[in-house]
């Protein structure tokens, strides 16, 4: 069955990094696209990024344009999304998501089961 596992997720300061993996199994993974989401308490989810099925196209939510930067090894099966200058506003549980097709524009359909990025001094 479809899985898809994030892990990478922690504590760290404003400014700090970190990089948020996913890995995926039950499905061929060089035939979807990827993305990633997030959700702060109290909130819904919301688009972070998304990457097509061959890491030649990547889309970004205004908010985290030039911080973030999402990539995927196919080889692996896995993607990831790597955050810079990391601010409080960025803390939310942060899940990875399968396309329903090779690019994002046909929407979502597996979800994992989200990793915690707490952003504090």
């Known amino acids: 069955q479809v899985q898809l596992v994030e892990s990478g997720g922690g504590l760290v300061q404003p400014g700090g990094s970190l990089r948020l993996s996913c890995a995926a199994s039950?499905?061929?993974?060089?035939?979807?696209?990827m993305g990633w989401f997030r959700q702060a308490p109290g909130e819904e989810r919301d688009f972070v990024a998304a990457?097509?099925?061959?890491?030649?196209?990547?889309y970004y939510a205004d908010s985290v344009k030039g911080r973030f930067t999402i990539s995927r090894d196919n080889a692996k099966n896995t993607g990831y999304l790597h955050m810079n200058n990391l601010k409080p506003e960025d803390t939310a549980v942060y899940y990875c998501?399968?396309?329903?097709?090779?690019?994002?524009?046909?929407?979502?359909?597996?979800w994992g089961q989200g990793t915690q990025v707490t952003v504090s001094s």
């Open positions: 039950g499905f061929t993974f060089t035939r979807r696209a």
């Open positions: 998501a399968r396309g329903r097709g090779p690019d994002h524009d046909l929407g979502w359909d597996y």
């Open positions: 990457i097509s099925w061959s890491g030649r196209d990547s």
